[in-house]
């Protein structure tokens, strides 16, 4: 089985970063091609739950139905497709300081077949290369801006953001609540 890794740091701490990865529902957002990551059964999260993703390129649209197999909280999720060809998502965590997580994104295939399958696969190389470049940035920012939103017990102030996306600065008071004046 060939595999892409690519390695992204996210400027959060390792349970945030765990926290919005594991909430599978939120990979459309982040993930390059993916349109749909539905629950079908079992656990909402962890091993055995089951999902469906539905994956569209330009006209191709396909489903592929995925079992997570392997689950240890801020460490490791491991997705396999239930059909079709064999395919692995991982997701691998490492906290690099108190506020930094790296993670690193695998997904596994499985070796082109025949003449025609190895000439695709040398050509869709450098395409998948830059699309896991540009998921890893795209869930380092999303880590980031749901980190920044989160309110910190030790600030004197609070960043609440309004429907258009501006923050407004709010004093807190010496009990944590928004003094209210």
Not at 96 to 101: G, K, V
Not at 130 to 146: K, N, P, Y
Request: net charge negative.
């Amino acid at each position: 089985m060939g595999e892409y890794v690519q390695r992204c740091l996210c400027a959060a701490p390792l349970p945030i970063t765990f926290a919005f990865v594991d909430d599978a529902e939120r990979l459309p957002v982040w993930v390059i091609g993916v349109s749909a990551f539905t629950h079908t059964g079992g656990p909402d999260r962890g091993p055995e739950s089951l999902w469906q993703m539905q994956i569209s390129f330009g006209p191709m649209k396909r489903r592929i139905p995925l079992r997570c197999d392997e689950w240890i909280e801020n460490q490791l999720i491991v997705m396999r497709s239930t059909s079709g060809r064999e395919l692995r998502i991982e997701f691998r965590f490492a906290a690099e300081t108190d506020t930094d997580t790296a993670v690193d994104l695998v997904v596994g295939y499985p070796e082109p077949e025949g003449t025609a399958e190895r000439a695709l696969a040398a050509r869709l190389e450098s395409i998948a290369t830059v699309a896991m470049g540009r998921i890893a940035v795209r869930l380092r920012d999303c880590v980031a801006e749901v980190y920044l939103r989160q309110p910190r017990a030790n600030d004197l102030g609070a960043t609440i953001f309004d429907g258009a996306g501006r923050a407004i600065v709010t004093e807190l008071g010496p009990t944590g609540e928004r003094d209210r004046q």
